[in-house]
């Protein structure tokens, strides 16, 4: 089961990286790529859905993405907001092919970061921009494994800024994919 996060922000990966003009989404492009989601989901304007949650022992019912709030509750609270900019962008690029990196690839780096960046959102990470290098950082793993998640980092990184690449993509990628196995098997995903 994919999220819808994935997807989107897959896209907008596949975008980044064959370096097109993002300058019609200017803000929400620059919030992924400092991996602010918080600012992305309020950047779209559009309703989100509808949520209950339940908190303190009150029943709460939300259509707001609140800063602080645990990674998967505001995942779930923005499945419109996510369809209508994803229609919109699709609109702007079309259908694109890339010849390095599969779509599922775009999707795997989008669900890592996602992944890994929820882990300082519901570890209460003190800073207005959490690095990615910094969540890593802050989890619990022994240095071999924060060394294979800096190394998938490194690949989001250079899909971000692709002119940095200085190895081949299929090189690159072999390294991700052992990031994103340890991801899966120390139980760091999203679901």
């Known amino acids: 089961m994919k999220l819808l996060a994935e997807i989107v922000v897959g896209y907008m990966y596949k975008v980044q990286k064959n370096q097109l003009d993002t300058s019609r ?6 919030a992924i ?4 989601y918080f600012q992305f989901f309020n950047q779209i304007e559009k309703e989100i ?3 209950v949650t339940y908190e303190s022992g009150k029943i709460k019912t939300d259509t707001k993405v609140k800063e602080n709030e645990i990674a998967l509750i505001a995942l779930t609270k923005v499945g419109e907001c996510l369809k209508d900019f ?6 702007t690029y079309g ?3 890339d010849t390095d990196i599969s779509d599922e690839d775009f999707q795997r780096a989008a669900y890592f970061e996602l992944s890994v960046r929820m882990h300082s959102n519901d570890k ?3 800073s207005e921009e959490i690095r990615l290098v ?6 619990e793993l022994t240095r071999i494994e924060k060394d294979t998640l800096h190394q998938g980092r490194k690949f989001i990184n250079y899909i971000k800024r692709p002119w940095k690449m200085k190895n081949q993509w299929s090189d690159e990628l072999d390294k991700f994919n052992s990031a994103f196995e340890l991801i899966k098997a120390k139980k760091l995903t999203i679901i």
Do not use: C
């Open 134 to 139: 910094d969540v890593i950082e802050s989890l």
């Open 86 to 91: 994803y229609q919109r962008i699709f609109q």
């Open 25 to 30: 989404h200017t803000k929400e492009f620059a």
């Open 49 to 51: 859905d509808f949520i």
């Open 95 to 97: 259908e694109l092919k």
């Open 124 to 126: 209460r990470l003190p």
């Open 33 to 36: 790529r400092h991996g602010n």
